[in-house]
């Protein structure tokens, strides 16, 4: 059973401050994996990938996969309000496969 | 990103009818899938569309209920039918663009059944 697990929150940070959501996955053949953010009653949108171990930066983002952990967290700098919503993490074998969802984790921002 | 585009955007429809989403995805799109999001759930991936050819369905869908098309590269449809309350979700189609490696959404069909 391929699964992605996620903390579903709420998650509660301050503005400005740096919100760190994690997610652990249970296929070893994982090689590709994405950040989506969806806004209540909004489908979801791409924030992130990463393929590589290591470190990805993009803006206020940052994502960090670890294969041998099997964790791959997202990191958003200086948070604000506007980044409240779900953040769902997913991952997939290759690139001609569907991805594997986790239950999403809500982040709320508090001005 | 890639264009996907779906409709209707939401639909309220009676319990034992039927209704066909659509989906029209931009050339850049090779494999289409359609999932299904439930109130306050994650994306349960209901099948693949496979253009001309049956779809594969995961786990817990049939083709008796979740009917899909594809008669060409750019456009699918999702039958659900005969519906019932418990079908009330939200169902979205998605595009994967290989050159990216990147599964791109559509905006979601809102489905209330009474």
């Known amino acids: 059973q391929k699964e992605v697990e996620q903390n579903s929150g709420p998650l509660s940070v301050p503005e400005g401050a740096i919100a760190s959501l994690n997610c652990t996955y249970s296929d070893r053949g994982s090689q590709s994996f994405f950040w989506y953010r969806q806004y209540s009653g909004k489908s979801p949108e791409l924030i992130m990938f990463?393929?590589?171990?290591g470190d990805k930066e993009d803006g206020r983002f940052t994502a960090q996969l670890n294969k041998a952990s099997q964790y791959v967290s997202l990191l958003i700098r200086d948070s604000q309000p506007s980044d409240s919503a779900t953040y769902l993490c997913?991952?997939?074998?290759?690139?001609?496969?569907?991805?594997?969802f986790g239950k999403g984790t809500r982040l709320s921002v508090i001005a | 990103s890639a264009v996907i585009s779906q409709k209707p955007s939401r639909d309220i429809c009676q319990r034992g009818t039927s209704l066909t989403i659509q989906c029209q995805v931009d050339?850049?799109?090779?494999?289409m899938f359609w999932y299904r999001q439930q109130p306050g759930q994650s994306l349960t991936l209901i099948a693949t569309?496979?253009?001309?050819?049956?779809?594969?369905?995961e786990s817990g869908f049939v083709i008796d209920k979740f009917p899909i098309s594809r008669p060409n590269l750019t456009f699918s449809t999702l039958t659900v039918s005969n519906m019932s309350p418990e079908d009330s979700s939200i169902y979205l189609c998605s595009g994967l663009v290989p050159a990216k490696n990147i599964q791109y959404f559509g905006a979601g069909t809102r489905l209330s059944v009474l």
């Open positions: 990463i393929y590589s171990n």
């Open positions: 997913a991952a997939a074998r290759t690139g001609n496969t569907p991805l594997v």
């Open positions: 569309a496979n253009q001309g050819s049956e779809a594969t369905y």
């Open positions: 050339s850049q799109v090779t494999m």
